[in-house]
């Protein structure tokens, strides 16, 4: 089952990699484009990054191989696969884009923005993990714990938002 999905995220990268060569040609006609989809993509993550963690809040108090516990196992499941997964690469490859073009990387901003990106990927890489986990009826953690980690995202994406429109550095 696992394999079917690495497969549809590596047609997802491929497709987005394939638009962006499409829309390198038009050079800086095409930056307001790929910015307003990059802002669409990281919505679309950040609202996964902060719900699928209170699912695994309401699927701790779920009694295990219950109907309750396999319908968010469903949903943890679609959540991650379906929307986050090529939110994030939507993101980090648009993003890669608009850096390249508007020469970024030399910022200060911009480095300790692309650190908490990167935070944020492995945060999304400890959700993926989770629902394995929960899929394997194998999860240790309290509701407690994931009300507390529920909160990372949100401290990722104020600091994020604030480096990018402020540019403090």
Do not use: C, D
Request: glycine share 4%; proline share 3%.
């Amino acid at each position: 089952m696992l394999h079917k999905y690495t497969r549809k995220i590596v047609l997802t990268t491929i497709i987005f990699a394939s638009l962006l060569l499409i829309l390198n040609s038009f050079g800086y006609k095409a930056y307001p484009w790929v910015k307003a989809v990059h802002i669409v993509a990281v919505i679309a993550w950040m609202a996964g990054l902060l719900y699928l963690p209170r699912l695994f809040v309401y699927h701790a108090g779920a009694q295990v191989e219950s109907e309750v516990s396999e319908t968010f196992k469903i949903m943890e499941r679609r959540l991650l696969l379906i929307i986050m997964n090529p939110a994030m690469i939507a993101t980090w490859v648009l993003g890669g884009w608009m850096t390249w073009h508007q020469e970024w990387y030399y910022s200060g901003w911009f480095i300790v923005k692309l650190m908490l990106v990167f935070i944020m990927s492995i945060v999304h890489g400890y959700f993926y993990i989770t629902v394995r986990t929960y899929a394997e009826n194998n999860n240790k953690k309290s509701a407690n714990y994931w009300r507390l980690v529920n909160e990372i995202p949100t401290l990722l994406m104020i600091t994020i938002i604030i480096l990018v429109v402020v540019k403090p550095f």
